[in-house]
């Protein structure tokens, strides 16, 4: 085998092997190619080359999320790593292990007029958990320093939090010159695990917080499937007193859960809001997406307690009085013993279910009176997306569409929920899909998202077990949704920043088996055929046309009839 003859190069190729590294997406270049060389000649590595680095960078945070291991994304000096920084903000945020590894030209030449050459060190230092810059090596003080500091970053990056991390390295010319005699680290420095568990005193505090407290919420963010976590969920469901609030995106499912949340609230009568406002809030996992019951539960001021090791200040409901950092198990395991020892009676956690399942029940009879739309398209969705499949949903309205129908038990849901932006959506379900061939996966995206993130498709690794389905609404049509764009002269022209283009074109360019609906009919004509097996090798394309419709009058309608039924 052969490698780089840099040595700084052999050494990190090394290191990443030894903290689970088995993929890497590199974006061609020259100052990178001592990088480029190591990686693609050692078999122990799986090498997807795509030139757009923003688009390699969702690549690697998708397949980082599905393998659930680190993934090294790497590209030339300059503007080329200042691309990546929308996936290492997402990655940041939903602690997803992205190593980054940035070539650079050398450190005196920075400021100095030289092609490519930027101020690159620590450039991401708000968004990684580790940032360093990784110099030439000439002497042993020079490898023992260089081991060190490598030691370091790329074990921060799988450490208790897990996040990105970034290297820089500047090489020297030459950059191209190969060697067969290998050198590995000898000055490793093995971060060991460790256990993080609940204190006495920290217990104690629990249980007066859980104890003085007769109704008791507990809300789920954004959180990668756990059967555990889902375990003691649902005994903790069970509790009369306690309501367990989730989202699909928090991946636990449960007939004793409330998992539609905007449509639940909406259904609680105004007089009886107050009666649903909890004495105690835990939080767990990441983001949640409904703003409504964000501004419902900081309404309630009650106290907030907080599980997790990443984040542990996140006060997102603006009354948190006591933070743990633990894992959500450990932390709801323990909430669980409170329950099972000093069971309550009241049946707070059961009134709130009772709501929600007035909402399960009544939505196909109200969803069956609304005309063609944006609902009308994500029902249709929701009702034929087949079992066990990783179902990605893009950004904006599409994702608050989609929380309005009941989750799916069997399906995986992603969604760039870290930043809630929608750079990158496409390009992340790419990345997850390849590294999970065995694996069904579907990809339910908005038109601005899609023509944003269309380089996603320019790629010789497009994979045929994924299928993506396109709601062309003609622009951003969370403007038509939210209070305030309406009032404004700007609405349509800026905010909705309205568009009539047909992806058709793409898929062609991209050789993209494309099918198009405008209608219910047109969607059973070709459902079967969407999803059967493909006939090139690569995705399916379906474009759902809701161009012209009245969406946002028709969610306002489709709200109001609940309201009729409980009124």
Sequence with gaps: MISSAKLEVQ???????KVGVTHVVISPGSRNAPLSIAFDEDPHFQIFVVPDERVAAFYAHGMAQKLKQPVVVTCTSGSAPLNYYPAIAEAFYQETPLIVISADRPVE????????????????DQMVLKSVQLNE?????????????????LQSAVGKRRGPVHVNIPFSEPLYETTSDIHILKNWV???????ILTKQSKSRLETLWNESMKRLVIVGQHPQDPD?????EKLALDGSTAVLVEHTSNVRSPYFVSNIDRTLNIIPESELTSFHPDCIVTVGGAIVSKKIKVFLR?????????????????????????VPVSALEGLKFILELVQKNPHKSRFGFAWKKIDQFGSDDQKQICAT???????????IMDVIPDYVNLHISNSSLIRYALLFDPIKTVNYWCNRGTSGIDGSSSTAVGSAIVSPNEAHVLVTGDLSFFYDSNA??????PSNLRIILVNNGGGDIFNIIPGPKSTNQWKKIFVAEQTLSAEDVARTYELEYFNAASQSDLDRQLEQFFSESTNGKPKLLEINTMNEPNSTILENYFKAFKKRVE
């Design 229 to 233: 976590l889902q375990e003691v969920l």
């Design 299 to 323: 309404q309630s001021k009650a106290p907030v307690i907080r599980f997790g090791i990443d984040f542990p200040f996140m006060d997102t409901y603006q009354n948190l009085r006591f933070t």
């Design 11 to 17: 050494l990190l190729v090394d290191g990443c092997k």
């Design 137 to 153: 090596i000439h002497s042993d003080n020079q490898r023992w320093h260089f081991e060190r500091k490598l030691s370091e970053v």
């Design 109 to 124: 030449w920075v400021d100095q007029g030289d092609g490519q050459t930027i101020r690159q060190e620590r450039v991401f």
């Design 370 to 380: 609304q005309p063609w739309s944006d609902l009308k398209a994500m029902e249709f």
């Design 190 to 196: 093995e971060l060991a695990e460790t256990e993080t």
């Design 457 to 462: 498709w320019w790629s010789k690794y497009l």
